[in-house]
């Protein structure tokens, strides 16, 4: 059952490609802990998060009262042109937990809007619109994110301001250099970058961005420092690193705070949202100080950083970091993982399992190959929904379910899941 009067509602005037999730989309109308419960009262356990946005869940005290207390001064928004407390603290906090030398950061709105600015500045730092960008990437649906997005989903990449070349390295197991040892992959990696250096650019590049840990593109995870040797390579062209952590930050693949950490390297610069507001609209980039201020504009953000958001993200950065959310991530990541390679023993639609802390996708095929199978997808994604778990899909085939939850899982929740899950992948292998 689904409202079917909001739902043609909605198809009225929201567009086509917008994306929604379900045969019957649900209207989430309350939420607490990990859970969600729709219009028709139907509670739902979240592995979603939202969409990676609701990183220590809902409905939580702390969050809830930093928001108010600033709502209760009154002052809802001021602009960037006065003074905000709460964004140049956050702001330090931001700068030392990012490891990048003498930082500054710049606060958006978006993932989206934190991947242009990056851009920009790399750009103008750089004085080239030459970019590198890993293969079936996602980094924003804006003109020059959509653009260095190299996933044929968005097509509208063709139109943009930015000329871009990309490279492999983001998305194992398919693709020319699937099936090869850590080494050789990171190896064959280096030495297409090194190609595509040489033979689709002039070798003015401004930077290479890329996703720590591929999110809309299935969560794909690369081999820990594929993105280190790829610096070496940069370092030698003056090309920036920027790494998007917009899904891969604040903790949730377990081992690290950031992603790129698993490629032992400092980028120069990074991009974050999603986590950070725990459900408040707030993103930026974080950058060696000479390239944030390489702009020489005066410029303003009407509302990025403004107070609400940022004493909202303040109080999940506090939550996050003085509940070792991240240690949490690690231990249940573990867990489901194992839980999952489990299933994929058992059923041949499962073709790979593979993440990090909460941030895990089942890559589901016809079995007995490696087709991908979006069909199966799609019933794991009803199924699962059916027995009161919502899940994520992506992946470039739409054939990957994706799994993060709240960084505040609980042992009885990944048990729950794992049993749901256990459920609608035996369904969807039946129907294969
Ligand atoms: N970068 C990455 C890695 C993302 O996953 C996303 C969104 O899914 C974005 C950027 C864009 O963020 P937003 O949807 O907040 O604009």
């Known amino acids: 059952m689904t409202d079917s009067d909001l739902l043609s509602r909605h198809r009225a005037v929201l567009p086509d490609w917008l994306a929604l999730y379900y045969s019957e989309p649900i209207e989430i109308v309350r939420a607490q802990g990990r859970r969600v419960t729709d219009s028709l009262g139907r ?13 220590i869940g809902y409905d939580v005290r702390e969050i809830s009262d930093a928001v108010r207390a600033q709502l209760d001064t009154g002052v809802l928004h001021t602009s960037t042109l006065y003074l905000i407390r709460r964004q140049v603290e956050l702001a330090e906090r931001i700068a030392e937990l990012s490891g990048i030398p003498g930082a500054k950061v710049f606060f958006t709105n978006s993932g989206t809007e934190a991947n242009e600015t990056a851009l920009m500045l790399a750009t103008q730092y750089r004085r080239s619109n030459q970019v590198l960008a890993l293969r079936n990437s996602y980094h924003g649906r804006a003109f ?15 139109l943009s301001p930015v000329k871009v070349s990309y490279v492999h390295g983001g998305y194992r197991y398919r693709g020319p250099f699937a099936g090869l040892s850590d080494a050789d992959y990171v190896a064959a990696c280096v030495d297409d970058l090194r190609d595509v250096l040489a033979t689709t650019t002039s070798g003015d590049v401004a930077a290479l961005i890329a996703e720590p840990i591929q999110g809309v593109g299935g969560f794909n995870v690369p081999p820990d420092g594929l993105l280190g040797a790829f610096k070496e390579v940069l370092d030698e062209h003056g090309i920036l690193l920027i790494s998007d952590e917009v899904q891969t930050g604040w903790g949730r693949t377990g081992e690290h705070f950031w992603g790129i950490e698993a490629h032992g390297v400092t980028p120069d610069v990074m991009t974050f949202a999603k ?8 993103g930026g980039v974080v950058a060696r100080g000479e390239v944030m201020d390489c702009l020489g504009a005066n410029s303003i953000s009407t509302f990025g ?12 950065l506090d939550y996050l970091l003085d509940n070792d959310l991240q240690g949490n991530a690690a231990k249940l990541g573990d867990r489901i993982i194992a839980g999952l390679r489990d299933l994929g023993d058992r059923y041949g639609v499962v073709g790979d399992v593979r ?26 994604l009803e199924e699962t929904k059916a027995r009161g778990l919502l ?13 993060a939850p709240p960084m505040t899982l609980t042992d009885e929740e990944a048990g729950e899941a794992l049993d749901i899950l256990g459920e ?4 969807a292998d039946e129907e294969r």
């Open 391 to 403: 899940v994520g899909k992506g992946g470039l085939h739409n054939n990957v379910i994706r799994l």
């Open 424 to 427: 609608a992948i035996a369904v």
């Open 305 to 316: 950083g403004n107070p609400v958001a940022t004493a909202g993200a303040k109080a999940t």
């Open 275 to 282: 986590g950070l507001g725990n459900g408040l609209a707030i």
């Open 43 to 55: 509670t739902y356990l979240d592995f979603f998060a939202g969409i990676l946005t609701n990183a």
């Open 144 to 158: 020059a994110t959509v653009g260095v997005t190299g996933n044929r989903g968005w097509s509208a990449s063709a």
């Open 355 to 380: 993440g990090k802390g909460l941030m895990i996708g089942v890559e589901l095929v016809e079995p007995g190959g490696t087709e991908p199978s979006p069909p199966a997808a799609g019933v794991v």
